[in-house]
């Protein structure tokens, strides 16, 4: 393992490191596989409205304790409004455990595969108790997110952390399977979403296009403390080697903070702007490397504002696949999963990182958040 992926994963050189605040799962020391053997599968994701009477009740769970304006959520509701309040990433991961289950079956891997969102139905709490009353002792979680950070990852083991404890004593162990950035897997299904892209334009025009690799913005406090760039950085230029292309970028989408709050940058629709006054006037292909499926940031953010911003500049513009249920990717999946059901087995990776730790470091992805009025600094 390189020094760069053992290091510890928050503090910044010469600032005073954060402190855990809340309890993350897996909460205290794992018993061995021998005592204690994983039992079943957690999907756990974010989740999204499935009509327009859920969309202002989901984004208040989602914005629940955060310096975001109302005015910014509204306007976020009307993106939902668009698609008549219904986001695709339910539905998507239906698919993607769908694929998931065949590809157990074929390998021949006999465990229930069960699901829980961060902030909509099937809510964790709900999923674990359904879990404690069919008799699971302890499940492995796959996490919809590829990349390290607070809200892709430890956030969501706070939500486990919360959702045990709301169950009880009787709750399941919960752990997760490593981060799959540069997983083979990962990299081959990116790389197969760039080369349908490039096919889109005219093939003189291939080796001149821009790729554009986006992912979710997230506060700089947050990515401070996370290898969150670095990772994609790493992946982005992984999946570009694999398909032969050497232009590209890392670019950011989605941001909903106060302006006053850095966040990070360059936000897509400012670069291709950039590019535009700058005189490069060449296709560009957007990539959503920082999504796993077409998430409502994807379809509105990228395909509509993105795509209006090319068409106004006159920029040729393709929007990339993202992996959804791409088999290689399905088949990282279970890899993941399997590397965690018995010791020693092989933990593939490329590029210059190596594979994840299993475990987070206690301070793994911490998020120093601001004091706000009626909250303890």
């Known amino acids: 393992m390189s020094s760069t992926n053992s290091r510890p994963e928050s503090g910044v050189p010469g600032s005073a490191a954060p402190v855990a605040t809340a309890p993350a799962a897996p909460l205290g020391p794992l018993p061995s596989l021998e005592v204690v053997p994983i039992d079943a599968i957690l999907f756990v994701s974010f989740g999204g409205p499935e009509g327009p009477e859920d969309v202002i009740p989901f984004l208040e769970n989602v ?17 939902y409004q668009h698609f008549d309040g219904v986001s695709p990433i339910n539905g998507q991961c239906r698919d993607l455990i769908a694929a998931v289950q065949k590809e157990c079956n074929a390998r021949g891997l006999k465990l229930p595969i069960y699901w829980g969102n961060r902030n ?43 959702a045990m404890n709301d169950v009880g004593e009787s709750a399941p162990l919960v752990e997760k399977v490593r981060m799959g950035f ?27 296009a821009k790729v554009l690799f986006c992912a979710h913005s997230i506060p700089r406090t947050m990515a401070d403390n996370s290898r969150y760039e670095e990772q994609l950085r790493e992946a982005s230029r992984l999946v570009c080697e694999a398909a032969g292309h050497g232009n590209w970028e890392l670019v950011f989408q989605s941001r909903s ?35 796993i499926s ?11 504002e ?20 791409h088999p290689d990717f399905v088949s990282m999946i279970v890899d993941l999963i399997v590397e965690r059901l018995s010791v020693g087995t092989e933990r593939p990776s490329v590029g210059t990182y190596g594979p994840s730790h299993d475990l987070c470091p206690a301070n793994c992805c911490l998020y120093p958040q601001p004091a706000r009025p009626g909250r303890p600094a």
């Not at 914005?63 to 993106?79: I, Q, T």
């Not at 334009?201 to 080796?207: D, G, K, N, Q």
């Open 182 to 208: 540069n997983h083979p897997g990962f990299i081959n299904a990116q790389r197969d979403c760039l080369l349908g892209a490039l096919a889109k334009l005219p093939a003189a025009e291939r080796s001149k």
């Open 257 to 291: 903070g106060p302006p006053q709050q850095p966040w990070l940058e360059p936000d897509v629709c400012d670069r291709i702007d950039q590019l535009a006054q700058s005189g490069e006037i060449t296709p560009i292909i957007v990539q959503p490397i920082g999504f």
């Open 306 to 325: 993105a795509a209006a911003t090319c068409q106004s500049h006159h920029i040729p513009f393709v929007r990339a696949a993202t992996v959804g249920t």
């Open 63 to 79: 914005l629940r304790g955060k310096n975001v304006p109302r005015e910014r959520m509204l306007e976020v509701a009307e993106h």
């Open 294 to 304: 077409d998430h409502m940031e994807v379809l509105y953010d990228l395909d509509h």
């Open 120 to 162: 909509w139905n099937p809510m964790l709490s709900d999923t674990l108790r359904d879990m404690t009353s069919h008799g699971r002792k302890r499940a492995i979680a796959f996490f919809t997110s590829t990349f390290s950070c607070y809200s892709g990852c430890r956030q969501y083991r706070e939500n486990l952390a919360a």
